[in-house]
């Protein structure tokens, strides 16, 4: 049986990682620690908190004995890290959180993965750490061209510069003592259990609200989205059999204008929901500061040399994900009550 820690696995992607993998396989035990930050929520784990095969521990991977602890009684095989600040907004905002959590928190993870993998420079058969890390740690592409896995890392958000700082260190413990590691670098994710701080469930909350839907600036910038579940399975597949020591990109192959999300987004709920959701609710506000223009991945490397592709169309992938948030409106409100709303009025006070 392989024994997985799995680090922020009641966020977004790391929630849907837990259950796909659940599903998939039977003989695999995980533990998922998460110090549900605003962003974590267990009400994402539901659907497995009776599954004896998941483990959940409150905790933060900056605590080095909490950690230590976990591998001394679990043994694991292999980390996966998804724990982290993940809001661009957040980290221009405030950034110091940021580098302790995303850097200071991979380092801690690192450290206690060795001391516990590694006797005399002998690593433990089958051990990995794998870092989810992200394609902003390339900056922005102009309007042509992709990132690939040997682009220069050149972050320019508080964000994309902590998880491109986390990726040196994961490199240099690869390089320096041949830890063995694996980093994957995906583009933005879409899909259930997304918090409503990130473009597509904000605007689906807030024109399910009635809330105008804030475009930054003129609204061309250009993501490559991508669903998931098929996220999920990249980074399976890296874990049992990505080369020691590479880096893979993940991308959805679905490049797309922030407008041209937004408008979809207004015609599924106006057929599914009420004519009152049109394009009127539509406000381009203040841009973001720093904001990349464009990110696009090719994902050829990871398609080469593990077969994987992303199989979710963006027009299937969205209607599944606007039908999940229709039929979870608990989620939606239980995630909004509270703190959100003093930082739905913060963030947007001047746009
Ligand atoms: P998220 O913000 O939804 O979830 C992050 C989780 O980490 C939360 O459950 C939170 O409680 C937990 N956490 C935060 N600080 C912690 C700490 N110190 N110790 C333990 N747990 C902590 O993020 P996400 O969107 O699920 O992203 C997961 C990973 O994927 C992140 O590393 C992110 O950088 C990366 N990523 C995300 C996207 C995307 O589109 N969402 C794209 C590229 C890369
Ligand atoms: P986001 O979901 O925050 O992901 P990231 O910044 O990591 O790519 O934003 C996706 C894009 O949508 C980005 O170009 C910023 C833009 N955006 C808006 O136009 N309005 C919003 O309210 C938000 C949250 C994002």
């Known amino acids: 049986m392989k024994k997985y820690l799995v680090t922020g696995g009641a966020g977004f992607i790391g929630s849907n990682f837990v259950i796909y993998m659940l599903k998939k396989h039977d003989d695999i035990q995980i533990v998922n620690l998460d110090k549900l930050t605003y962003a974590g929520n267990l009400e994402n784990l539901k659907s497995v908190e009776n599954d004896p095969r998941h483990i959940f521990v409150q905790g933060d991977i900056c605590d080095k004995e909490a950690v230590t602890a976990l591998f ?7 980390v996966i890290n998804f724990a982290a600040e993940s809001h661009v907004d957040r980290s221009i905002a405030e950034p110091e959180i940021f580098a302790k959590t995303n850097v200071l928190g991979t380092v801690n993870l690192l450290n206690c993965a060795k001391a ?6 002998v690593w433990k058969e089958g051990a990995k750490y794998l870092q989810v890390s992200t394609d902003e740690v390339y900056g922005s592409l102009g309007e042509t061209g992709y990132f690939m896995e040997t682009t220069p890392l050149d972050p320019h958000s508080p964000y994309s510069s902590s998880k491109a700082a986390a990726d040196l260190f994961v490199k240099a413990y690869g390089d320096t003592y041949k830890m063995p590691v694996n980093i994957t670098r995906c583009s933005n994710n879409y899909g259930p259990y997304q918090f409503p701080e990130k473009l597509i469930p904000l605007m689906i909350n807030n024109a399910k609200t009635g809330k105008h839907l804030p475009v930054y600036g003129d609204g061309m910038q250009v993501r490559d989205w991508l669903y998931v579940e098929d996220h999920c399975k990249a980074i399976d597949m890296v874990c049992t059999s990505g080369k020691l020591g590479e880096v893979y990109n993940v991308g959805g192959h679905n490049e797309r204008p922030n407008i041209f999300i937004v408008k979809k987004i207004i015609e599924i709920l106006h057929d599914k929901v009420s004519s009152e959701i049109n394009e009127s609710l539509i406000k381009h506000v203040e841009d973001r500061k720093g904001h990349d223009r464009r990110y696009g991945i090719d994902p ?22 606007i039908n999940w948030y229709l039929e979870n409106e608990d989620w939606m409100k239980n995630v909004t009550s509270g703190d959100y709303q003093k930082y739905y009025r913060e963030m947007y006070k001047n746009r």
């Open 300 to 321: 050829e490397k990871i398609k080469r040399d593990l077969g994987w592709y992303p199989e979710t169309p963006f027009e299937k992938g969205i209607v599944l994900t």
């Open 116 to 121: 516990a993998w590694e006797k005399d420079g």
């Open 72 to 78: 001394e009684k679990y043994d694991f095989d292999y």
